[in-house]
C-alpha cells in the first residue's frame, strides 16, 4: 500500500535509527529519465529490498504514481508520495527549469532545502539539477565550489573520479577542496579507511603541469590529506587504480571520463564483431561464456551508475537518464552510503582543518 | 654496405625525385629509445623496403652503428651514417638536453634546421625531442604554438587527435591553428580529401564550455574549414569517430590520450584473465583466435605509434620509447607521409587563408 504525504508520521516512527534529521532519507525525483516512472519505481522496489530502513519521498505525477506504486509492495511501503504536476525535460535549459516550481525535480530538492529528506535521487536533465542544487540547496558555508563525482573501474578496485564537469575553471583551492570531498566520498561509499588521492596532470614529475595544479599538490602536501595523498597523477592512472581518488577540473574530467567509457564501448563493440565473425569464434564464445559474463558484469555500466554533487547543503545523486532499474537503484546505494556516512559532516571537519582555512595563507592561493 | 658521410653526393643522386629541398627524406636519432639502436635499424629496414627511393641520415655512434648496418642490407642502402658521440638519456632535463651539442638527437635535430633533412624521427626522451626541436629547428612563423599530434583507432576509421601535451595552457587562436594543422596531418597521413574536424568540449550545445572553446569555435565557422568544422565533441566521440580530427588543448589531449590507452589496457588485462580462468575458456579461446588475433592487430599500439610535432619549419616524429621494430618503421611511415604530402607548404597556406590572419580582427581573439 502506498502512503501518501499524510503518512508522514508515521514513516517517522519507521526510521528513528537512521541518521538524518529531517523524515526521509532520500527525496526520488520520479518522473526524471528516459524511462521515468516505471524504471525509477523498479529501482525503488530493489532498492527497498536492499535498505529495508529507508524512507523515501517520492515526488511526481499522483495520478500515474499511484497505480504503479499498487503494484511494487516494497516500494510502497517504502515511499510517501508527493504530488508534483510539471516535468524537467531532457533539453530543457536550466534557467527555465529554474522558473517551472511544480517539476517534480523542483519539489524533490526543496524538500532537501527544508531539511525533510537528506538527499535527492534523479535521472532528469543534468544541467537542471545542478543548477537547482546550486541555487536551492545552496552550497556547503565552508566551500567554494560543488563538484560531481563518480566512481569507476580500475584494475585495483574502484576508483573515484572528480570533478566531472560542475566547474569547467577551477583554482589550486577548488582542486583541494575537491580532495577533501573524494576523500571524504571514498571512505563513505568505496569503504576505504585511508583512500590515497592523486592530482591529474600530465606527467608524474613536480615539475609538470601548470601553475594550478603545481600549487594544488604544494597545498596537499602540508595538509591533513598528506599522508595519503600520492603526488601527480596521469590518465592511465584512473583505469590501472594507481590511487583510490583522481582529482581535476571539471573540463579534464569530463574529457576523461567519456574518453574511458569511449574507449570500453569500442572494444565491446569490436569484441561482439569478433564473436560473430565465423562458426569457431561462435563456438569459442559460446565455451568462453560464463567467463566473458563475469567480465561484462564488471564492466556493468550500471555498476558505476550515480554521479554526486558534492559540496551542497545536503546530497544530490545524477543518475544515468538511460539506465533501468539495476542502474537507478545502484544510484541510490550510492546516495544510502553518503546519508548513512554523513559524507558532508566529514567534509566540513576535512576543510576545518585545512591549512588554506589559515587567514595568514597567501591570497595567490586562490587565483587561478 | 653502409654509406658513411662522404657518400653524400651519390645519395643526393638516388634521390631526385623525392619532394624535398635537402639530400634526405629524414634524419634518423639512432641510439634514442628503450631498446636503441637495434629497434632503430630493424625499424629502417623495415622501412627502407616500405619507402625503396627514401633517404636516411642516420645519426648515432659509428663504432655501433656500422656492424649495425652492415647486417642490415635495406637500411644499409638507404641511410647514410653521421657521428654522434653523446645519447641523450630518458630522464634527462630538456635543459641538459640543449647544452649537450653531440648527441645524437640534437646532431639529428642540426640536420633539420640546416635543410639536410625534412624532418627527423626519434624514440628519445619526449621532453628533449620538444624542446629541441623549437628552440633549433623553430616554430613556422606563420604560428603561435606548435602541437603534437597523433593518430588513434576509433570505429569508424582513424582519428587525429592534437594537442596531445605541447602546450600546457592554450588561447582560441592556438586551438584554430591546431585545427588547421590537424586538417594538414589528417589529408597527409589518413589520405583524406575533407577532413571533418571537431572541438573538444563538455557538451555539443553551443553553450557549453568555457568562452576560449567558444570562441575557437566561432572562428572556425567563419574560416575556410568552416564546412568541415563539426562543432564541439565530447571525449567518446574520439573513439566513435564523429570527426577525423579532434581538437583540444595539451592537458585536456594528453589525459584524454592516456586515459583512452588506460581503459584499453584494463580491458586487455581482463580479456587474458578471463581466457585462462577455466579450461572451457581456453578452448574458447583458441577457436575464436583467429578472430580475436584481427582485433588485437587492429587494436596494435605499433600501428598508432608516431606522434608529430607538427607546426616547426619541418618535421619531428617521436617514436614511442618502448617499441619494437615495427613501432619504429611506422613512425617512420607517418613521417614519410608528411615529407611527400609536404604537411608545412599545406599548414602555411591554411594559415594564411584564416581570417583571424586580418589586421582588423579584434585582439580578444588573442587572449585565453
Redo the contacts between chains.
Keep these: 500500500m502506498s502512503q501518501v504525504e499524510s503518512s508522514r508520521a508515521a514513516s517517522l516512527e519507521g526510521e528513528a535509527k537512521q541518521p538524518v534529521t529531517g523524515a526521509y532519507d532520500l527525496a526520488i525525483d520520479a518522473m526524471g529519465g528516459d524511462h521515468a516512472p516505471e524504471s525509477v519505481l523498479d529501482g525503488l522496489e530493489l532498492a527497498a529490498e536492499r535498505h529495508p530502513k529507508a524512507r523515501f519521498l517520492l515526488v511526481g505525477d499522483e495520478s500515474r504514481l499511484t497505480p504503479l506504486l499498487a503494484k511494487r509492495a516494497r516500494a510502497a511501503k517504502a515511499c510517501a508520495l508527493r504530488h508534483a504536476p510539471d516535468v524537467v525535460s531532457g533539453d530543457m535549459k536550466p534557467t527555465a527549469a529554474l522558473r517551472m516550481r511544480q517539476s517534480s525535480m523542483r519539489v524533490a530538492i526543496d524538500a532537501v532545502a527544508a531539511g525533510e529528506a537528506a538527499g535527492v535521487v534523479s535521472a532528469g536533465n543534468t544541467g537542471a539539477l545542478m543548477a537547482l542544487g546550486k541555487i536551492v540547496v545552496k552550497t556547503l558555508p565552508e566551500i567554494d565550489r560543488p563538484a560531481l563525482a563518480a566512481i569507476g ?3 585495483r578496485g574502484d576508483v573515484v573520479l572528480l570533478d566531472l ?1 560542475a566547474n ?2 577551477c583554482d589550486a583551492r577548488n582542486l583541494v577542496e575537491f580532495a577533501v570531498m573524494g576523500d571524504a566520498f571514498a571512505r563513505a561509499v568505496l569503504g576505504l579507511p585511508n583512500p590515497s588521492i592523486g592530482l ?1 596532470n ?1 606527467g608524474s614529475e613536480e615539475l609538470k ?2 601553475e594550478r595544479v603545481r600549487l594544488a599538490a604544494d597545498m596537499l602536501k602540508v595538509s591533513p590529506l598528506a599522508a595519503n595523498f600520492h603526488g601527480f597523477v ?7 587504480g594507481t590511487v583510490d581518488v583522481v582529482v ?1 577540473d ?3 574530467g ?14 565491446a ?3 561482439k ?3 560473430t ?2 562458426l ?2 561462435k ?10 559474463d ?2 561484462r558484469e ?2 556493468d555500466p550500471r555498476r558505476y551508475n550515480g554521479a554526486v554533487l558534492i559540496g551542497l547543503n545536503g546530497l544530490l545523486v545524477k543518475s544515468h537518464g538511460g539506465t533501468d532499474a539495476l542502474g537507478f537503484a545502484h544510484a541510490v546505494d550510492v546516495a544510502m552510503d553518503m546519508v548513512t556516512h554523513r559524507v558532508n559532516d566529514r567534509i566540513r571537519e576535512g576543510l576545518a582543518a585545512m591549512p588554506s582555512r589559515n587567514p595568514a595563507a597567501p591570497a595567490s592561493l586562490t587565483t587561478e
Aim: hydrophobic fraction near 50%.
Design positions: 573501474p580500475s584494475a564537469g569547467i575553471a591529474m600530465v603541469g601548470d596521469e590518465g592511465h592512472d584512473i583505469t590501472s581535476t571539471g573540463f579534464t569530463n574529457v576523461a571520463l567519456k574518453t574511458g567509457e569511449g574507449a570500453l564501448k569500442l572494444v563493440g569490436l569484441l564483431q569478433v564473436f565473425s565465423s569457431m569464434a563456438l569459442g564464445y559460446l565455451l568462453a561464456k560464463p567467463a566473458l563475469r567480465l564488471w564492466m
